[in-house]
């Protein structure tokens, strides 16, 4: 069975006194029945970490250990600070610093090295899913983006339709359980049955209080990377219990 993951995406929101919103939510969640997962900024990480009785994570990492690359942090220092998981390959990433599947795979690989999860993000413009070429820009930033050893612990994928993001607009849930099927059948492809169906795979993009319901109950979705509506814990609270729920 997959642990079902809700994970809280702040971008680039928050100076400490956000962290209340951490104590808020493990006041309302004091054992959640699903894994909750926020990712603040790089500031706030080690004080998160230090706080809340959540995993905490990061918004990217680079590809090495270390090294002269000014402004980046590594996978070590996101474990060293007290995180568990990293997003990489997020869109605002892959178009804001024009990250290739193949950086995002190495930045991956380092992510599972360091000892943490990677969460892989993918999705389709709005141009690509009207020319009906969603699947085929699934598949290739699948077979890019993903390292080779990959398992049920240190990878999560999350399908993000870019057009989804921060706009309010949502896939229907039929387009969302296409996707999600055949991530779900790529996965066992590549990595056969035992890994393949134990990677969990999180929709993304708009996800809010009263939707979640619904996208939740969509086959081979097993919880949601959320960006704004994870600000709050007033918002994101009810997102936890209707994955609680579903
Ligand atoms: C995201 O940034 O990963 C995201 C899904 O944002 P939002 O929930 O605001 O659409």
């Given amino acids: 069975m997959r642990r079902k993951l809700a994970a809280g995406n702040w971008k680039m929101n928050g100076l400490k006194g956000q962290l209340a919103e951490l104590d808020k939510l493990a006041a309302a969640h004091p054992s959640p029945e699903v894994d909750v997962l926020l990712c603040p900024p790089a500031t706030l990480l080690a004080a998160a970490a230090l706080q809340s009785p959540f995993s905490i994570g990061a918004q990217d990492c680079h590809a090495n250990d270390a090294g002269a690359h000014t402004g980046d942090i590594s996978a070590q220092m996101i474990k060293d600070a007290g995180g568990k998981a990293v997003i990489v390959g997020h869109s ?17 690989r380092a992510a599972q090295a360091a ?7 993918m999705g389709e413009s ?11 820009i699934i598949g290739g930033q699948l077979a890019g983006s993903i390292p080779d050893n990959a398992t049920a612990e240190n990878l999560v994928v999350a399908y993000e339709p870019i057009w989804a993001i921060g706009t309010g607009l949502v896939p229907s849930l ?14 066992e492809r590549r990595f056969g049955a035992g890994v393949g169906l ?12 009263d939707n979640a319901r619904d996208i939740f109950a ?25 994955l609680e729920a579903s």
Avoid at 115 to 121: E, K, P, R, W
Avoid at 198 to 209: F, N, W
């Fill in 92 to 108: 605002e990433r892959r178009e804001d610093h024009d990250e290739h599947s193949d950086i995002v795979r190495a930045k991956a």
């Fill in 115 to 121: 000892g943490l999860t990677a969460i892989v993000c």
């Fill in 174 to 187: 039929a387009q969302i359980g296409e996707v999600h099927a055949f991530i779900r059948a790529r996965l």
């Fill in 198 to 209: 134990g990677v969990r795979i999180l929709y993304g993009g708009s996800v809010k209080p």
């Fill in 126 to 136: 709005l141009l690509e899913r009207e020319a009906q070429n969603t699947l085929d």
């Fill in 218 to 242: 969509v086959p081979n979705v097993d919880g949601a990377l959320v960006g704004g509506a994870s600000l709050k814990a007033a918002d994101f609270s009810p997102i936890i219990s209707a």
